[in-house]
T-cell receptor, first 111, second 111 residues
Framework: GQQVMQIPQYQHVQEGEDLTTYCNSS?????IQWYKQRPGGHPVFLIQ???SGEVKKQKRLTFQFGEAKKNSSLHITATQTTDVGTYFC???????????WGAGTKLIIKP | EADIYQTPRYLVIGTGKKITLECSQT?????MYWYQQDPGMELHLIHY???????EKGDLSSESTVSRIRTEHFPLTLESARPSHTSQYLC??????????FGPGTRLTVT
């Protein structure tokens, strides 16, 4: 069945460092979404990418949709403690009413 | 932030008890979802609904049941709670552009 994979599972960074996390689908996607879940919280919708090669920015976060619409990346510039949490990507399932979720990338700031 | 509510937020209950987790949204969304998530881990879809009187089981086998008598209300019931049901339960609804809005979750502990 359709799968969405995220790498890495954990990302340990020093505050101020940049990082990139990746999302790969086994099938071509019509769109991809990114969510952030703070520790102890619930997932919050960040952004949706629809077009091949699309790049969108939200302050220090840059989201990209691959040319083949099978992968996506999230780049965070100059990480801050407020960035801590788990970032999930998700793509539409067969029915288009459901989402296929990645397992998430957990961002941890090194002390 | 979306208007989706879950009660209770925390619940500790003994084995064998029947419980109902409440979920309500005021956005008029037709599609609603229940996910099970262990802390910091991936989301597992356990039930979804396309609208009133429509309910379907998700990918993760669950001993719970749901009902959808009103658009705004999507309760989940466990007839006989077991320690293996200990988890966080997240309710969500689907917005206009396929994005999902999550409630704050119910953290369930079965002793």
């Amino acid at each position: 069945g359709q799968q969405v994979m995220q790498i890495p599972q954990y990302q340990h960074v020093q505050e101020g460092e940049d990082l990139t996390t990746y999302c790969n689908s086994s099938t071509t996607l019509s769109n991809i979404q990114w969510y952030k879940q703070r520790p102890g919280g619930h997932p919050v919708f960040l952004i949706q990418l629809v077009k091949s090669g699309e790049v969108k920015k939200q302050k220090r976060l840059t989201f990209q949709f691959g040319e083949a619409k099978k992968n996506s990346s999230l780049h965070i510039t100059a990480t801050q403690t407020t960035d801590v949490g788990t970032y999930f990507c998700a793509g539409p399932g067969d029915s288009n009413y459901q989402l296929i979720w990645g397992a998430g990338t957990k961002l941890i700031i090194k002390p | 932030e979306a208007d989706i509510y879950q009660t209770p937020r925390y619940l500790v209950i003994g084995t064998g008890k029947k419980i109902t987790l409440e979920c309500s949204q005021t956005m008029g969304h037709d599609k609603m979802y229940w996910y099970q998530q262990d802390p910091g881990m991936e989301l597992h879809l356990i039930h979804y609904s396309y609208g009133v009187n429509s309910t379907e089981k998700g990918d993760l086998s669950s001993e719970s049941t749901v009902s959808r008598i009103r658009t705004e209300h999507f309760p989940l019931t466990l007839e006989s709670a077991r320690p293996s049901h200990t988890s966080q339960y997240l309710c969500a609804s689907k917005g206009e552009y396929n994005e999902q809005y999550f409630g704050p979750g119910t953290r369930l502990t079965v002793t």
